[in-house]
């Protein structure tokens, strides 16, 4: 599957943006899909993940309550809603998609990447 994440971008602390992330190749709907992100210096986590049905969804500490993950299957779309943004969410976005039976939080279970979408939160 090849995705590509778009969406991202400037905005001021407590803005919103929503990124999208579209895949193309095998069935969507086969895939556990998640945001991840990477700043500067520090290593990528994982931010929000989303089962296959869109049953189950995790969020880091970080965003929970802020943040919103969702996926539309007929549209091989995955988004995630991010509100309150603050500057300590600037960094490289990231989505990804996996099979298999590992938990949807196992960041090395992942083996699909797409190309990354900067976002960058302003005080």
């Known amino acids: 599957v090849q995705l590509q994440a778009s969406g991202g971008g400037l905005v001021q602390a407590g803005g919103s943006l929503r990124l999208s992330c579209s895949a193309s190749?095998?069935?969507?709907?086969?895939?556990?899909m998640g945001w991840f992100r990477q700043a500067p210096g520090l290593e990528r986590d994982i931010v929000a993940a989303?089962?296959?049905?869109?049953?189950?969804?995790y969020y880091s500490d970080s965003v929970k309550g802020r943040f919103s993950i969702s996926r539309d299957n007929a549209k091989n779309t995955v988004y995630l809603q991010m509100n309150s943004l603050r500057p300590d969410d600037t960094a490289v976005y990231y989505c990804?998609?996996?099979?298999?039976?590992?938990?949807?939080?196992?960041?090395?279970?992942?083996?699909?990447w797409g190309q990354g979408t900067q976002v960058t939160v302003s005080s």
């Open positions: 990804a998609a996996k099979e298999g039976l590992f938990r949807i939080t196992t960041m090395s279970a992942y083996n699909y």
């Open positions: 190749g095998r069935t969507f709907s086969s895939y556990d």
């Open positions: 989303i089962t296959r049905s869109g049953a189950g969804t």
